[in-house]
């Protein structure tokens, strides 16, 4: 049975499905469908993922044009962070 924090996180990745992985690699593996958009498995290099939460709520607007603008509800921004730090390495393999 999965626990609760599992099945967020699982509702993340599926968040991250259907909004982000036409431009964004969603996996540990795959190259971005689109050249500029970094996949989220690298996104803790360039800033804790904690840090979108705000955006995701509010709304993302991002200097390029091809993105497009959303926002997420409360517990769909926990999901979705949930999902990201699923995506880093875990400290016991660095």
Known sequence: VPTAAAADQEQGRRLAQLYCARCHAIDRVSPSPLRIAPPFRTLHERYPVEMLQEA???????????MPEFSFEAD???DFILFLKSLEPSKSTR
């Open 76 to 78: 769909q921004v926990n």
């Open 56 to 66: 995701l709520a509010e709304g993302i607007v991002t200097g390029h044009p091809t």
